[in-house]
């Protein structure tokens, strides 16, 4: 197994996940936007993993951050950034809706890597329903990928925490187990002693990067 390629950014213990809907149309508008945020975005400690495709406008973008203290200082950075200025209205009007979820990385230790830029990802996400279960749940699902050959990048799951960015706000009261997959896999079912682990079927995310301008 290839190990997950970093680019030279080092591992990131503290992850955004943000899935964002945009208007209709405006999804190349968005990026654009990112592209000249990126520099304000660094520079602020803010890193970003990938950026991904679910729909037509529908986009998921993944950060990388030191820790939660690192994400609040560089968001409150950022925020007040000449950069931020000149691009916020265009934003705020390609946005249609954004829901982010702050992740802690438990496997593997030091944090999760940058995955390739060119490398397509699955998702696999699983909403408990116990927060205590949590660790017998990922234990028992990774045996279960492993033996199934699926790759993974990391896993992630729900940090709770102040929601002290109120500009980037997260979803709380959910425990969510994400396992980030190298490439198309075949993902396999649950047995049915992890499913009643769950509040909901698990959700499985084809994420396909974004390399080029979106039109």
Not at 47 to 72: K, N, T
Not at 127 to 155: F, I, M, N, Q
Not at 175 to 202: K, N, T
Request: aromatic share 6%.
């Amino acid at each position: 197994m290839n190990a997950p390629w970093t680019d030279g950014l080092g591992r990131f213990p503290t992850v955004e996940m943000q899935h964002i809907r945009t208007e209709i149309g405006l999804c190349g508008t968005y990026f654009r936007c990112l592209d000249g945020l990126g520099s304000a975005a660094a520079a602020a400690g803010i890193i970003e993993l990938g950026r991904y495709r679910l729909g037509p406008d529908r986009l998921l973008v993944l950060r990388g951050f030191a820790s939660p203290a690192a994400r609040q200082r560089g968001w409150t950075a950022f925020h007040a950034s000449e950069a931020w200025g000149r691009h916020r209205s265009a934003v705020t009007d390609a946005v249609r809706s954004s829901e982010t979820m702050l992740l802690g990385c438990i496997a593997p230790e030091g944090g999760i890597g940058r995955p390739r830029p060119d490398e397509p990802i699955t998702a696999f996400c699983s909403e408990l329903r116990e927060p205590e279960g949590l660790g017998d749940y990922h234990l028992w699902l990774r045996l279960l990928l492993r033996k199934a050959g699926c790759a993974s990048l990391g896993t992630l799951a729900t940090l709770e925490v102040v929601n002290d960015v109120p500009a980037v706000p997260v979803v709380g009261d959910r425990c969510q187990h994400i396992v980030l997959i190298r490439g198309a896999a075949a993902v396999p079912s649950l047995p049915d002693e992890l499913r009643a682990m769950l509040r909901f079927a698990p959700e499985v995310l084809r994420l396909e990067p974004v390399l080029t301008p979106v039109a």
